[in-house]
């Protein structure tokens, strides 16, 4: 439950209303890296084109600066 939550909060992208929540998640389900949290989204949206049409990339990119 508690990753689909997080899933659509990545997917949501609101950094004003979903960062602390989403900084809770990685912790409670030990999300380290960019990686997992692609994988995680993956498992629960898998089309790219979802991920494309929610800007997913840009908020990866703004949780897991390079």
């Known amino acids: 439950y508690k990753r689909q939550i997080l899933a659509c909060k990545l997917m949501a992208g609101r ?3 979903d960062d602390a929540d ?3 998640l990685f912790n409670k389900l030990g ?3 960019r990686k997992q949290a692609q ?3 993956s498992r629960f949206f898998p089309d790219p ?3 494309d049409l929610h800007e ?4 990866l990119n703004r949780l ?3």
Request: charged residues 15%.
């Open 15 to 17: 950094p004003d209303k």
């Open 22 to 24: 989403i900084a809770a």
């Open 31 to 33: 999300i380290q890296t």
């Open 39 to 41: 994988a995680l989204v």
């Open 49 to 51: 084109y979802d991920h």
């Open 56 to 59: 997913l990339p840009h908020t």
């Open 64 to 66: 897991f600066p390079q």
